[in-house]
């Protein structure tokens, strides 16, 4: 067991659960899978012998444990059905103004890339940080990061969505 | 803040513009209710009580075969010895 107690874990718990969901469904575009996802990186952070430095260690663990998790179940399910990956489809409007085309263009990217996005401009993480949170160099991250930017500006432009004005 | 090197600003605010559009878009429930913070605590604690289980049970599992192999060949072996006794 790791050396929180159940009402520092409670705390945790709450403060962390719901962005750490959001993240892993936005990622996975599946509730039930990144349910499971997010109490899976929470038992593991239990059962693991995690030091307890700081809420954002811990938090950064949490972060890694789920990326991986994800990364694992794509690997898994890649060559079984790789549609199922992507959130229910949608007819594609040249313009984003409700939140099914939205979802639509953000499930478009890779897996990674989503998670590179999501972690760089909803949580408004570091490059050192997400390096923690992915589990990769922070050189790697850079150079990940400006592809999934250029992907994602490039898939809105493909959708008569003016990126440059 | 993560800083960027290539896109410019107004590329850049575009994407920013579309990211937070995602943060906002509703995430819908599973159906059934997440496990609670207590729920996690508890099956992490038994998980871990079997699992201390199992490494402590784990020698009589390995012995366990290797007696009852041992046992039929010493019983083998008595028989064999004792044969050519039993019948004279």
Redesign the interface.
Known sequence: ?SRLD?AA??AL??RT?GAL??YV??VVGN??D??DI??EA??RM??GDVPVDSEEHLRRYLYRVASNLVVDRWRRRRHEQPEHLMPEQFSAPPH?EN?AS??K??AELKPRDRAL??L???E????EE?AASLGVGRRGV?VM??RA??R??DL?QARG????? | ????????D??DR???E??????N???????SP?????D??C???L??RWEAERRALRPIDVMQPIEIAGGLFAAGLLLYWSLPHLFL
């Open positions: 067991m159940e874990f409670a718990h709450a659960a969901r959001a469904y936005r509730a039930a990144a349910d997010v109490q929470f038992l239990l059962r984003y939140d939205v979802a263009i953000f996005l999501w760089a401009y909803v408004g993480e570091s490059h997400i850079r990061l400006f930017r250029r994602l500006r809105l969505i003016p990126v440059n004005s | 803040m993560t800083e960027w090197f290539d896109l410019n107004a590329e575009a994407l920013a579309f990211m937070s559009r995602v943060a878009l509703h995430i819908p429930d599973r159906g997440m496990a609670t913070a207590s996690l605590y099956k992490a604690a998980i871990a």
